[in-house]
């Protein structure tokens, strides 16, 4: 079991940018794919964005393409969301989690969550 802890969550205005990390215990975080997901009130769980094991293959959500970036550094067990014109839809609490599936998009393949971060975009 890995654990994983999200952060750099806040308040932004639309416009605005904002990265969250999640960092990794563990020896094997090199060996999942890593996932970003968000959820708000009453909502399910969404995709964001997924990385490869090695950070060479990444996929993102439509909602999100063009504006957010994902990366990982396997040497500090660690996953980013660069997050750029932020908009109030963007709102949410977000989420990172391991996977052993490469590319997957689909909660259920996901194994290990953190407890999420609060990103709130006013307008």
């Known amino acids: 079991q890995v654990q994983l802890v999200e952060s750099g969550g806040g308040l932004v205005q639309a416009g605005d940018s904002l990265r969250l990390s999640c960092a990794a215990s563990?020896?094997?975080?090199?060996?999942?794919?890593m996932g970003w997901f968000r959820q708000t009130p009453g909502k399910e769980r969404e995709f964001v964005a997924v990385i490869s094991l090695s950070g060479t293959i990444t996929d993102y959500a439509d909602s999100v393409k063009g504006r957010f970036s994902i990366s990982r550094d396997n040497a500090k067990n660690t996953v980013y969301l660069q997050m750029h014109s932020l908009k109030p839809e963007d709102t949410a609490v977000y989420y990172c989690a391991t996977s052993w599936a490469v590319g997957a998009r689909d909660v259920g393949a996901y194994d290990d969550w953190g407890q999420g971060t609060q990103v709130t975009v006013s307008s």
């Open positions: 563990g020896r094997t975080f090199s060996r999942y794919a």
